[in-house]
C-alpha cells in the first residue's frame, strides 16, 4: 500500500465525513445553500453521488493510462442542475446511504492505487495546458468536493463558520 495514497484516502475519508456530520443532524434541508442555489439536500446528494462519477470519469482514465476527451463544462452544469432540482427533497437516510456507500468505494479504490498510479499524468480541459497528475485530481476534485459543497452547505444550515483542519486542508 502507498503512503501517498492512504493519506489521500484518510483526507477524502474527513472531508465526506465533514458533509456526513451536516447532514446526519436535525437541521431543514430543504433550506437554500448559497453556492449552488441548491437545496441541502440537493447539495447531500450531489456530493455523495459525485464520489463515484468522479472516479469513474477523472481518476480511473488516468491511472489507466487514458486520454481525457474534451468536454464542455456547460454540459456538467446542465446535469448537476437537473439533478438538483430531482433530489432537492430526497430524504435524508437516502442521502447518508449515498455519502456512506459512494464514499467507502472511492476510499477504498485510493487505497488500492501505487505510487506509479498516482503519478500518472494526462491533459485535461479546464486544468490549463501543463499535464496533471493522478494525484492533483484526487485532492483538486475528489477530496475538493466535499469540502467545497460542504461548506456552502453548513452555510445554508445556518452553522457558524469555523475552520477545522482536515489533514492540513482548511474547511
Known amino acids: 500500500m502507498s503512503v501517498r495514497a492512504e493519506a489521500l484516502a ?4 474527513q472531508a465526506n465525513q465533514h458533509v456526513i456530520d451536516l447532514v446526519s443532524g436535525d437541521a431543514d434541508m430543504s433550506v437554500t ?3 449552488e442555489g441548491w437545496t441541502g439536500a440537493a447539495v447531500g446528494a450531489h456530493v455523495g453521488g459525485g464520489h463515484v462519477g468522479i472516479l469513474d470519469a ?3 482514465p488516468i491511472v489507466a493510462g487514458q486520454e481525457m476527451p474534451p468536454f464542455e463544462l456547460s454540459s456538467l452544469d446542465e446535469g448537476n442542475a437537473k439533478a438538483a432540482a430531482e433530489n432537492a427533497t430526497m430524504p435524508r437516510d437516502e442521502i447518508l446511504k449515498l455519502l456512506r456507500e459512494h464514499g467507502a468505494t472511492a476510499a477504498s479504490y485510493l487505497r488500492s492505487l501505487s505510487d506509479d498510479d498516482l503519478d ?3 491533459s485535461m480541459p479546464g486544468f490549463g495546458p501543463e499535464p496533471v497528475t493522478a494525484e492533483q485530481v484526487i485532492e483538486m476534485v475528489l477530496i475538493g468536493h466535499p469540502l467545497q459543497h460542504g461548506n456552502s452547505l453548513r452555510q445554508g444550515l445556518g452553522q457558524q463558520s469555523h475552520t477545522h483542519e482536515l489533514q492540513g486542508t482548511p474547511v
Open 120 to 122: 500518472r499524468t494526462t
Open 10 to 13: 484518510t483526507r477524502f475519508e
Open 33 to 35: 445553500c448559497p453556492a
Open 58 to 60: 477523472l481518476v480511473k
